[in-house]
């Protein structure tokens, strides 16, 4: 052999190891066929080969409340309170009854549903400017209410019974307003996109010696998502 | 021919008149439905996402931070304000409670707050950021609170009757490691022999006597009669391919009542129904034959066995008076 051709063979060796040490690929290898590695839906060459691809996004639980009073006009626009007036124009009579009603609904995507709650302030139904005079809160679970007697003020809950399917109300008669928060409603599942909706009508009479004053009360709605 | 020749015209007239109608109607309709889409939403809508902090077990000393978004999806701006209550529940149908305080809403004194009130554009979101950190020599088991985000008001309420106050609660409930207990029992697990109608309801009762928060799971099949194939079953398939049956958060102390439901059962058919309630390595299995049977069929059943009976017994009184 001569000295070119031992060079030759000498510098294809080295090349050739040169080659063999280079690092193969860069990233994981698509599974080979007839490769029993994950993704590869056949242990036996069939002319296919496979990868996978994790496709993935997240919706994350919302709960949406949204709450509009029978008289909200009445404010203005620049309030996020909510007004039910009692009575014709916000304005009881001695001896008289007047009611009013607000509107409930709740919307969530959280598959367990959800509750409402409602409480009042401690004060009660009571005068803006003589804050002793009140309205007793109606015994609870009074199915018919009261148009003589004693100052009484409460609450109802009622809904539509063809459309809310998915609310469940806590009770059909009237109640007192408590301090604590107390159930209202219940919604087993998630809602469809229109929401659950439910009506609280409040109703107030007046005894035939209840002082004149403003009488106002500030409930709370509280939504909450089931555990 | 003079009506024929008008009325041709007059179709003429019509069909130029036409195409731009339809233009300027679908224009007046495309400029129109943003604006009935805006009037659609109301004023102010309460929105939180997500929805609650299951934060699972967390060892004494350590820090939990945490947050959510309030968001704004009605047409004017808002401002909230952020407070901690304490959150457990009062009966087994858990109505919540956000008043009561006991040894595991302690909770409340180790949340704080990044910002407790903040304001809201239509459109967008605020983010509530919160940090519990827990004492060094805090109690084993449960804690539980709930954070309260509440839409204020800036203008004084002249107006008299009832006015709302619109509140979200996002409750945070953990397991505090050490002296932890978890000790459970399914003190109900009812299958209804006979139903009506539709949906077959299963219910039962798990109490959880220990001092940790556990998940109870609630798994329903339903199988033929006849054959014995599974027609039903409310385990869902997660990502892994597992089926998992219902589950429910049980807290400490406290008996929750549940109920599985097929809605899609048939009005009609017999079928062996099993169900299997858990709760830490407590099992009830409980498996029955259930008639679902529409009233009026079992009325027409029992009218022909009455008529079947009346018929024989007439029979053999008849022959015994020919006798």
């Known amino acids: ?227 | 021919m003079k009506t024929h020749n008008c009325i041709t015209k007059l179709m003429k007239v019509v069909r130029v008149a036409a195409v731009p109608a339809l233009v300027f109607a679908a224009a007046l309709a495309l400029n129109m439905s943003p604006a009935l889409a805006e009037d659609k939403k109301p004023d102010y809508r309460l929105q939180i996402s997500p929805t609650q902090d299951n934060v699972g077990k967390i060892e004494p000393g350590e820090t939990h931070t945490g947050s959510f978004n309030v968001q704004n999806t009605g047409n004017k701006a808002y401002q909230y304000t952020v407070s901690i209550s304490p959150f457990s529940f009062k009966d087994d149908r858990y109505e919540q409670d956000f008043d009561t305080t006991s040894k595991y809403t302690v909770l409340t004194d180790w949340v704080t707050f990044a910002n407790d009130e903040g304001s809201v554009e239509p459109g967008e979101q605020s983010e509530v950021k919160y940090t519990v950190k827990v004492p060094s020599d805090a109690p084993g088991g449960l804690q539980s609170a709930a954070i309260m985000v509440t839409m204020v008001n800036s203008d004084e309420m002249k107006s008299s009757g009832v006015q709302t106050v619109s509140r979200a609660a996002y409750p945070i409930y953990m397991n505090i490691g050490g002296d932890t207990e978890e000790r459970g029992t399914v003190i109900e697990n009812k299958i209804p022999t006979l139903i009506f109608n539709p949906p077959l309801v299963t219910s039962s009762v798990v109490k959880n006597a220990g001092n940790v928060y556990a998940t109870a799971t609630y798994e329903m099949k339903v199988y033929n009669v006849f054959g014995g194939k599974e027609v039903y079953s409310n385990a869902q398939e997660d990502n892994n391919g597992d089926f998992k049956p219902d589950s429910k958060v049980i807290f400490p102390e406290t008996e929750r009542y549940n109920e599985v439901e097929w809605t899609n059962a048939p009005k009609i058919g017999i079928f062996r129904v099993k169900q299997t309630v858990k709760i830490f390595n407590e099992v009830s299995e409980k498996e029955k034959i259930v008639f679902i049977c529409p009233i009026w069929l079992i009325l027409i059943l029992v009218a022909i066995i009455a008529i079947i009976v009346y018929k024989i017994v007439s029979g053999i009184m008849k022959r015994r008076d020919d006798k």
């Open chain 1, 1 to 227: 052999m001569s000295k070119t051709t031992k060079a030759l063979a000498a510098l294809g060796v080295v090349a050739g190891l040169g080659v063999a040490a280079l690092p193969i690929g860069v990233g994981a290898a698509p599974v080979v066929d007839g490769d029993t590695a994950s993704g590869d839906n056949s242990a036996t060459a069939d002319g296919n080969v496979s990868d996978t691809v994790t496709v993935r996004t997240e919706i994350k639980p919302t709960l949406t409340l949204e709450v509009t009073g029978v008289n909200d006009a009445a404010i203005g626009s620049g309030s996020e309170r909510h007004l039910v007036l009692l009575g014709t124009n916000g304005e009881l009579q001695n001896g008289g009854n007047g009611s009013g009603t607000a509107t409930v609904k709740v919307t969530t995507n959280h598959l367990g549903g959800y509750k409402v709650n409602m409480n009042g302030e401690t004060t009660g139904f009571n005068g803006q400017t003589n804050a002793d005079q009140k309205f007793a809160p109606i015994a609870d679970n009074t199915a018919a209410f009261p148009t003589t007697g004693a100052s009484v003020f409460g609450y109802k809950t009622t809904k539509d019974a063809a459309s809310a399917t998915n609310v469940t109300l806590a009770n059909d008669n009237w109640n007192g307003v408590k301090d604590a928060a107390t159930l209202i409603a219940t919604g087993a599942n998630a809602t469809t996109a229109a929401g659950d909706e439910f009506t609280i009508t409040f109703q107030a009479h007046a005894s035939e010696s209840q002082a004149a004053d403003v009488y106002d009360e500030v409930v709370t709605i509280t939504a909450t998502t089931n555990i």
